[in-house]
């Protein structure tokens, strides 16, 4: 959890100092755990399950990156599970 939060520290000062002002808000809000059916089919990799997850929602399209067992955008944070029928689903969501 603190090396999500330090990594997340550094982009956003990374992203001030090629800017030169603040990142406009992500709009990530809220929280959410769904349940999955057993048979479930996902997609081929964690970072395309965000993707397609992602294309639902106000969160970031592109920029997935895989730290452990999240895939994170901006402040967005997601947890992909590997789904009952194969490939990865994501199962919950919340901002860092």
């Known amino acids: 959890m603190a090396r999500l939060m330090t990594a997340a520290a550094l982009a956003a000062l990374a992203a001030l100092g090629v800017a030169g002002c603040a990142p406009a808000d992500s709009g990530c809000s809220g929280a959410f755990d769904a349940e999955l059916t057993p048979d479930a089919s996902g997609y081929a990799t964690p970072i395309e399950a ?16 895989e730290s452990g067992e ?17 490939g990865w689903l994501v199962q919950s969501q919340r901002c860092a």
């Open 50 to 65: 965000a993707e397609a997850w992602a294309a639902t929602t106000d969160a970031p399209d592109t920029g997935w990156t």
């Open 70 to 86: 999240t895939v994170v955008a901006d402040d967005w944070v997601l947890t992909v599970v590997e789904a009952g029928g194969g």
